[in-house]
């Protein structure tokens, strides 16, 4: 999808279909009401009559309206005007997307930028408009035999900014959306990727073609590697399935000067549970048990394309979690690399032994800052729902920054505690720690097991069980936390 910035007036547009918005109960935008001056208040005699009543949500696509160049023009309901914040926004694009999608029109020139939103600028309202716009056209029908009825997707976007002076920053805004966008579209289609074609092997095929577009560093660590380098946890977890483990290791070097920061990313291809086997409803969204890593991946997609001028390592331990045989028990006691000793109380429990020894691995990296992404506990979809990724740290300037870089994107995290009193829970009879710490505090005390192997450095831990996908009728991913991660990174480049 291609998107341009202008600055001009609606009627002049020669455009399929020119985008403004109404608010409840029946008031035009200022764009609305330059089109309403030219053609002899043909908007507003429609919204008297009342068949737009501004209501949130709401479209309603207008042909030949007098005296413009457009071919449509199409009416979107923004709600009452004073309760327009940045959620109402969102839904205002997210609804013209919509409409423009499913109505054909190969391209449209948009008047949503000049509605004031509070607390966010120009930038921000066009670089969500193009994120909107892409997760709006995206599909994923690769996998059906017969694609989707001759679609005719929304294919160019004119973004309207209202100032003259504000072009510049609107194509900024508008190629940082679209470098995320394209990172979230690749975290998209590896999720929803299924555990036989999105195994180990092809997560490190994927990184090794991202490696070449991109021009980063790949370096894949086999079975053999990890062996020699004492990854008893990572290999523990990896026992009970055929398909053999990978160790991808990335790297973006925007600044060799300075170092880096670390991603980890959980990438557990398919969870079944192992021994300790899950119940079979909703088994297969454990496909999207890799969404830790999908998102690295798509973050070095977006670093790339925008050219940041920073040092990034990325580190995704993949595996799948089956039961077998061989696979590791109950009960089991496992060295990890650091030294400390497991015990396995329970095999489901394998997101944190996998991340245990990548965390370590990320020590030989002289990290600033490391940060893993992992959809770790089902207790923090239960504690925080779809809308945040829990985040723990053990730097609470870093988790400022993460925060506040979710909050800007709307891909947001929630602080939670990573007090000493919960690290009890995980006390073993036979090995230096177990592997889980019963039901209460759940995603706590996983965040306080992978604690235990981060002390070398600024740490954080974003737990996105929650917001990695979506279940029910819509089922599918996200991308996030990409925007998030993105943010930060670019955060960084300014601070220094
Ligand atoms: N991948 C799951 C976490 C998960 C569960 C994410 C449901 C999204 C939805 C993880 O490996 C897991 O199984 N965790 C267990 C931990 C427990 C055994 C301590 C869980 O959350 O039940
Ligand atoms: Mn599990
Ligand atoms: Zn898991």
């Known amino acids: 999808m291609e998107f341009s910035i202008k600055n001009g007036s609606p009627e002049k547009q020669r455009s399929a279909c020119v985008v403004v918005g109404v608010f409840e109960p029946r008031k035009l935008s200022l764009d609305g009401e330059v089109i309403d001056q030219v053609s002899n208040h043909y908007l507003g005699d429609i919204i008297r009559r009342g068949d737009m009543d501004g209501k949130p949500g709401t479209t309603l696509l207008l042909h030949n309206v007098p005296n413009t160049l457009c071919d449509r023009v199409l009416l979107v309901g923004l709600g009452k005007e004073r309760e327009f914040k940045d959620k109402e926004y969102r839904d205002a694009v997210r609804a013209a997307i919509k409409t423009l999608n499913e109505t054909g029109s190969l391209e449209a020139s948009i008047y949503l930028t000049e509605l004031p ?15 909107m716009a892409m997760e709006g056209v995206y599909r994923f029908d690769r996998l059906k035999s017969k694609q989707e009825e001759a679609r005719r997707p929304l294919r160019r976007l004119v973004l309207n900014v209202p100032r003259r002076n504000e072009l510049g920053i609107g194509e900024e805004a508008a190629k940082r959306g679209q470098a995320i966008a394209e ?16 195994t180990p092997g092809y997560l490190a095929q994927q990184a090794q073609e991202l490696a070449k577009t991109c021009k980063l560093k790949l370096e894949v660590l086999e079975q053999k590697d990890m062996e020699a380098l004492k990854m008893g946890a990572l290999l523990s977890v990896a026992r009970g399935s055929r398909q053999p483990p990978k160790l991808i290791v990335l790297q973006y070097m925007g600044d060799k000067k300075k170092k880096p920061v670390v991603l980890v990313g959980k990438g557990v291809t398919f969870d079944a549970g192992g021994i300790s086997l899950k119940p079979a409803g909703e088994m297969d969204e454990m496909k999207y048990d890799m969404s830790g890593a999908a998102s690295v ?15 990034l390592v990325g580190i995704i331990p993949a595996t799948e979690n089956l039961p077998d045989g061989n696979a590791n028990k109950p009960g089991d006691v496992v060295t990890s690399m650091s030294g400390q000793t497991i015990e396995v109380l329970n095999t489901d429990a394998e997101g944190r032994l996998i991340l245990c020894d990548a965390l370590t691995y ?39 920054e993460l925060l506040h870089a979710g909050e800007y994107t ?20 036979f090995a230096d720690m177990a592997n889980i710490g019963g039901r209460p505090a759940g995603s706590i005390t996983a965040a306080c097991f992978l604690s235990r192997f981060t002390k070398k450095y600024d740490w954080a831990h974003l737990d996105i069980a929650g917001t990695a996908w979506k279940s029910g009728k819509e089922k599918g991913s996200t991308g996030r936390p990409v925007p998030l991660l993105v943010h930060f990174l670019i955060n960084k480049c300014r601070v220094g």
């Open 362 to 400: 990320a020590e030989r990296f002289e990290p600033e800052t490391v940060v893993d992404i992992a959809t770790l506990t089902g207790a923090c979809l239960i504690a925080l729902g779809n809308h945040a990724s829990g985040l723990f740290s053990n730097h609470d300037a870093l988790a400022r």
């Open 410 to 429: 709307v891909d947001r995290a929630w602080h939670m505690p990573l007090w000493d009193d919960y690290q009890e829970q995980l006390k073993s009879n």
């Open 117 to 131: 939103v509070r607390r966010r600028d120009t930038a921000w309202k066009v670089e969500q408009t193009v994120l």
């Open 183 to 198: 990172g979230m579209n690749l975290a998209k289609d590896l999720g929803n990727l299924p555990g036989n074609i999105c």
């Open 297 to 311: 991946l798509g973050t070095f997609l977006a670093v790339a394309k925008l050219k940041l001028p920073i040092n």
